[in-house]
């Protein structure tokens, strides 16, 4: 099976490949996702520039950096402003915040990279929302989330996916429900349902089991 770009405009697919594109950001010219092979990263839109809930986002963001890249991810932002309104924003939050913006900002003031990744709806508006991009090392897109403009996301819950996603692909498992924080699993992982009846029948032996369908294991 080949996973074909996403091509045209239009809500993009999990598990295709993030469409090949160059970029101007606040560090200079970019190609996604070749700039970004072999690791994570973290594509998210904001409606614009120096307006109060995009700032508290840039703010908590810049302060997870590190932890993100702990993870083997980097972080990139985007809006349909221009490269100027970028660097001045960026220099108003360090001057007035002392906060330092160290991920690059695109400036899409053409929207060619908004529209091609469906970040622009016309039920709200003419500037971009709340959109988060996750691609792994390989370029495929993995996880999207989309937010309105009146509400700010949780950088908590963008790492939580992050990790679950490097998890889920390096052991074979999938994350329960507010893992890893699970009500009644924990820190637990769940593991893959059998495909056949022999798999079902000794998968109770092996791991802890709800019923065969339903087994898990702790990591």
């Known amino acids: 099976m080949t996973c074909e770009p996403v091509s045209g405009g239009g809500m993009p697919l999990l598990g295709t490949k993030f469409p090949e594109m160059e970029v101007q950001t606040t560090h200079g010219k970019m190609t996604l996702p070749g700039a970004y092979a072999g690791k994570w990263f973290v594509l998210f839109s904001h409606p614009g520039d120096f307006t109060p809930v995009c700032t508290t986002e840039f703010v908590a963001f810049a302060k997870m950096h590190e932890e993100f890249r702990k993870l083997n991810c980097e972080l990139i932002g985007l809006s349909i402003d221009q490269v100027f309104s970028h660097i001045?924003?960026?220099?108003?939050?360090?001057?007035?915040?002392?906060?330092?913006?160290?991920?690059?900002v695109i400036a899409d003031g053409s929207a060619t990279v908004a529209n091609k990744l469906g970040m622009i709806h016309p039920g709200k508006g003419?500037?971009?929302?709340?959109?988060?991009?996750f691609v792994d090392?390989?370029?495929l897109l993995r996880l999207m989330m989309y937010y309105p403009q009146e509400v700010g996301r949780n950088m908590d819950e963008i790492l939580r996916?992050?990790?679950?996603?490097?998890?889920?692909?390096?052991?074979?498992?999938?994350?329960?429900?507010?893992?890893?924080?699970?009500?009644?699993?924990?820190?637990k992982v769940i593991i893959p349902p059998p495909t056949?009846?022999?798999t079902a029948q000794e998968r109770v032996k092996q791991f802890e089991c709800y019923d065969w369908w339903f087994c898990t294991k702790k990591l």
């Open 137 to 139: 090392p390989n370029g």
């Open 161 to 187: 996916a992050v990790k679950a996603l490097t998890i889920s692909d390096a052991n074979k498992v999938a994350m329960p429900a507010n893992w890893p924080n699970n009500d009644f699993l924990g820190d």
């Open 196 to 198: 056949d009846e022999k």
């Open 88 to 104: 001045k924003w960026v220099e108003w939050i360090k001057e007035k915040l002392g906060v330092q913006i160290t991920f690059p």
């Open 126 to 133: 003419t500037n971009t929302v709340r959109a988060v991009f």
